[in-house]
């Protein structure tokens, strides 16, 4: 029997190229019923039987790994390979809060060690993901869990994470005929450092298979996953894009006898940094298994994919990095604008007023030279807010991607934003930025960090060569000067 091709995605975990993927039992779930684990394990048995083996999941999927816990208990269970993600709300991630959601986890999933946990961050300017990523090694370490990965990271902060000596094993990624932001600079820094792209999305909902081919554009979608595929669709150009990448896929799929969707997965499959495609199921009631397969029957020659660039260039580049639709407009997500729930999380560290000086406020950042020195990391003077020079200084003193000037900026950027919005602003209303360096060879690394933060914004800017900066592998300082329109 015909099963799905398979491929190392880290050593000693060995997966299907086409990973099942339990997303859509949230939107199955959603009219307040919880599907039956002994049927949902069942039908995911069947896909295990098939070469299916592998399932990606997350704690707020709905009943999602209770019923792959229901099949990883039973006979039917073995040699099954489940995926989650631990997508906590941002705040302190002590190593008790850790724990709790890897242990929640593989309680659910009834097994003694996570094969892949996943871990999702809603904003970079919380720190707290360093500390959840490096407390989760440890109890990888600990045998809790095998392999650690994250969904939805940046390329920036990927390559942070990686210069903590946080063993990445993978990324969960959009890539699709419509999204190709993964195929850039993520897929250089996978292919260099050894990480694998787990590709979602690959055909948009749906929207990307031969029954939209020359359709009309409905008036309203039902389902979650056509709501966000439609973001990414509007995104792109409209429908009238949508149709320029449909016919050329549909040209690809007639020279090779397949369907429009196979065409669409064997795109990205055929990314080098790929390791799998995650291909969502409704659970009892539809499967389309045989049809996936057929992806492995053909593969995408020179003639095909000069096909498929003439239809790319009837679209617009989604813009920004991966995982940015969740974390900044535009939002494109199921439930649209995410500015609300941005919103609800509380600033890192909390405003405090200067003794003395009425309507003045400061900003600690936790770093063990502030009281040292006696200084503060912002304070706010009516409309203006100064923020002092910043370093790459994790908690009280650690460093940040020691002898990395690029990744000590990102994390000095995150924290000049976090300190900023403690004190009611954001890096939109930044007027001026200073930049120091201890090597001018880095120059253009660095600029490259401002211009990713600040490309559209554009404030004044000084970039200095130093004699020298304070402390053992620090390559960069940044300081900052924010006007708040209207006042406090």
Same mark, same amino acid.
């Given at each position: ?279 969502? $199921?409704? =659970? &009892?009631? @539809? ?6 397969? %057929? #992806?492995?029957?053909?593969? *995408? ?119 900023? $919005?403690? =004190? &009611?602003? @954001? ?6 930025? %200073? #930049?120091?360096?201890?090597? *001018? ?48």
């Amino acid at each position: 029997m015909k099963r799905p091709e398979r491929t190392p995605l880290a050593p000693g975990l060995e997966i299907s190229r086409l990973v099942t993927g339990l997303w859509q039992v949230a939107d199955m779930e959603r009219d307040g019923r919880t599907l039956d684990p002994q049927q949902g394990a069942a039908a995911l048995a069947d896909y295990a039987a098939a070469g299916f083996d592998t399932f990606d999941m997350a704690d707020h999927y709905g009943s999602a790994e209770v019923i792959t816990g229901t099949l990883l208990a039973s006979p039917r269970g073995q040699g099954v390979r489940a995926f989650t993600k631990w997508c906590p709300a941002p705040g302190p991630m002590t190593p008790a809060v850790v724990r709790e959601g890897v242990q929640r986890a593989l309680e659910r999933l009834q097994v003694p060690r996570i094969d892949l946990m996943q871990f999702h961050w809603w904003s970079f300017e919380h720190p707290g993901y360093l500390d959840a990523m490096l407390e989760l090694a440890k109890l990888r370490q600990e045998g809790l869990i095998a392999h650690l990965g994250l969904t939805n990271f940046d390329t920036a902060h990927l390559r942070l994470l990686l210069a903590q000596g946080v063993p990445i094993a993978s990324n969960q990624v959009c890539i699709s005929l419509l999204d190709r932001r993964a195929t850039g600079a993520m897929s250089a820094l996978c292919l260099e450092r050894g990480v694998r792209l787990l590709a979602y999305g690959a055909l948009g909902g749906g929207f990307l298979g031969r029954r939209w081919v020359g359709a009309a554009e409905p008036a309203e979608v039902a389902d979650w996953s056509k709501m966000k595929y439609r973001r990414f669709i509007d995104a792109v150009g409209g429908w009238g894009a949508l149709q320029a990448v449909l016919r050329a896929a549909d040209q690809v799929a007639r020279r090779h006898g397949v369907s429009v969707s196979n065409v669409a997965t064997r795109w990205v499959l055929q990314q080098p940094a790929v390791a799998g495609v995650i291909i969502g $199921a409704r =659970l &009892g009631e @539809s499967e389309h298994r045989a049809d996936n397969l %057929r #992806v492995f029957d053909f593969s *995408l020659d020179a003639e095909d994919l000069a096909l498929l660039e003439e239809g790319f260039a009837a679209t617009t580049t989604i813009p920004g990095d991966c995982g940015d639709e969740y974390r900044r407009p535009p939002f494109l997500t199921a439930s649209g604008d995410l500015s609300h729930h941005l919103a609800t999380i509380p600033p890192v560290w909390p405003k405090q007023p200067v003794p003395g000086k009425p309507g003045r406020w400061r900003v600690d950042s936790g770093s063990v030279w502030e009281p040292l020195a006696g200084y503060a990391r912002a304070q706010r003077i009516g409309d203006r807010i100064l923020v002092s020079g910043t370093t790459a200084t994790h908690g009280e003193g650690q460093l940040v991607g020691p002898g990395d000037a690029a990744v000590q900026a990102t994390y000095i950027l995150d924290k000049i934003a976090a300190s900023i $919005a403690a =004190l &009611g602003g @954001s890096l939109r209303d930044v007027v001026r930025t %200073r #930049v120091y360096l201890q090597d *001018l060879a880095d120059w253009q690394a660095v600029s490259a960090v401002h211009g990713r933060y600040f490309g559209d914004i554009r404030p004044a800017n000084t970039l200095l060569q130093v004699a020298g900066l304070v402390g053992q592998g620090y390559k960069v300082e940044i300081e900052a000067e924010a006007i708040v329109d209207g006042g406090d």
